[in-house]
Protein backbone atom coordinates (compact mmCIF):
# COMPACT_ATOMS: atom_id res chain seq x y z
CA UNK A 1 0.00 0.00 0.00
CA UNK A 2 1.47 3.65 -0.92
CA UNK A 3 0.13 6.40 0.43
CA UNK A 4 0.88 10.11 -0.79
CA UNK A 5 -0.57 13.51 0.98
CA UNK A 6 -1.07 16.74 -0.46
CA UNK A 7 -2.67 20.23 0.48
CA UNK A 8 -0.47 21.27 3.83
CA UNK A 9 0.28 25.22 4.03
CA UNK A 10 0.43 28.18 5.87
CA UNK A 11 -3.11 29.05 6.41
CA UNK A 12 -3.67 31.75 9.67
CA UNK A 13 -5.88 31.11 12.98
CA UNK A 14 -9.11 30.82 12.13
CA UNK A 15 -8.61 29.17 8.74
CA UNK A 16 -9.40 26.46 6.69
CA UNK A 17 -7.40 23.61 4.53
CA UNK A 18 -8.12 20.51 2.87
CA UNK A 19 -5.90 17.69 2.69
CA UNK A 20 -5.74 14.62 0.74
CA UNK A 21 -4.23 11.24 0.66
CA UNK A 22 -4.45 9.45 -3.11
CA UNK A 23 -3.78 5.41 -1.61
CA UNK A 24 -2.63 2.77 -4.17
CA UNK A 25 -1.60 -0.78 -3.87
CA UNK A 26 -3.17 -3.89 -2.13
CA UNK A 27 -6.31 -1.90 -0.95
CA UNK A 28 -8.91 -4.48 -0.47
CA UNK A 29 -7.48 -5.44 2.76
CA UNK A 30 -7.28 -2.23 4.50
CA UNK A 31 -9.99 -2.14 7.48
CA UNK A 32 -9.10 1.85 8.20
CA UNK A 33 -7.67 4.59 7.78
CA UNK A 34 -6.87 7.74 9.61
CA UNK A 35 -4.73 11.04 9.89
CA UNK A 36 -2.07 11.19 12.80
CA UNK A 37 -0.36 14.30 13.70
CA UNK A 38 3.42 14.94 15.20
CA UNK A 39 4.52 18.53 16.44
CA UNK A 40 7.96 19.00 17.39
CA UNK A 41 9.33 17.26 20.44
CA UNK A 42 5.97 15.48 20.53
CA UNK A 43 4.89 12.17 19.67
CA UNK A 44 2.93 10.97 17.14
CA UNK A 45 -0.96 11.59 17.67
CA UNK A 46 -4.66 9.92 16.01
CA UNK A 47 -6.29 12.71 14.98
CA UNK A 48 -9.02 11.33 13.01
CA UNK A 49 -9.88 7.42 11.96
CA UNK A 50 -12.45 6.10 8.91
CA UNK A 51 -13.10 2.67 8.73
CA UNK A 52 -14.23 0.75 5.59
CA UNK A 53 -17.75 0.88 6.70
CA UNK A 54 -17.52 4.33 7.04
CA UNK A 55 -17.51 4.84 10.90
CA UNK A 56 -15.78 7.92 12.46
CA UNK A 57 -13.94 8.55 15.32
CA UNK A 58 -11.86 12.03 16.30
CA UNK A 59 -9.57 13.26 18.71
CA UNK A 60 -11.19 15.62 21.45
CA UNK A 61 -8.89 18.58 20.50
CA UNK A 62 -10.57 18.43 16.87
CA UNK A 63 -13.81 17.40 17.30
CA UNK A 64 -16.36 20.08 16.15
CA UNK A 65 -13.53 21.62 13.54
CA UNK A 66 -12.27 18.63 11.68
CA UNK A 67 -14.25 16.24 9.42
CA UNK A 68 -12.93 12.86 7.95
CA UNK A 69 -14.18 11.46 4.34
CA UNK A 70 -13.04 9.35 1.41
CA UNK A 71 -14.06 8.40 -1.78
CA UNK A 72 -14.15 4.71 -2.60
CA UNK A 73 -14.02 5.56 -5.95
CA UNK A 74 -11.20 7.69 -6.43
CA UNK A 75 -9.00 5.61 -3.59
CA UNK A 76 -8.57 8.49 -1.77
CA UNK A 77 -8.83 9.94 1.70
CA UNK A 78 -9.69 13.33 3.05
CA UNK A 79 -9.52 15.67 6.26
CA UNK A 80 -11.38 18.66 5.99
CA UNK A 81 -9.97 21.23 8.48
CA UNK A 82 -11.63 24.85 9.92
CA UNK A 83 -11.27 27.03 12.30
CA UNK A 84 -7.82 26.15 12.41
CA UNK A 85 -5.62 26.85 15.50
CA UNK A 86 -2.00 27.61 16.36
CA UNK A 87 -1.83 24.76 18.06
CA UNK A 88 -2.95 22.14 15.33
CA UNK A 89 0.68 23.16 13.73
CA UNK A 90 2.40 19.54 13.11
CA UNK A 91 3.45 17.36 10.47
CA UNK A 92 0.25 15.19 9.32
CA UNK A 93 0.66 11.44 8.30
CA UNK A 94 -1.60 9.60 6.22
CA UNK A 95 -2.09 6.04 7.54
CA UNK A 96 -3.59 2.73 6.32
CA UNK A 97 -4.44 -0.47 8.60
CA UNK A 98 -4.67 -4.10 7.60
CA UNK A 99 -5.08 -5.48 10.72
CA UNK A 100 -1.44 -7.15 10.64
CA UNK A 101 0.37 -3.78 9.11
CA UNK A 102 0.29 -0.21 9.49
CA UNK A 103 1.35 2.17 5.99
CA UNK A 104 2.56 5.91 6.27
CA UNK A 105 2.78 8.55 3.70
CA UNK A 106 5.58 10.95 3.54
CA UNK A 107 3.93 13.58 5.65
CA UNK A 108 2.64 17.06 4.96
CA UNK A 109 3.36 19.89 6.75
CA UNK A 110 0.04 22.02 8.31
CA UNK A 111 1.78 25.29 9.83
CA UNK A 112 -1.13 27.65 11.92
CA UNK A 113 0.40 31.09 12.01
CA UNK A 114 -0.54 35.23 11.92
Known amino acids: VQLVESGGGLVQPGGSLRLSCAAS????????MGWYRQAPGNQRELVAVITSGGGRNYADSVKGRFTISRDNAKNTMFLQMNSLKPEDTAVYYC?????????WGQGTQVTVSS
Open 95 to 103: NANNGVAHF
Open 25 to 32: GRLFSIAA
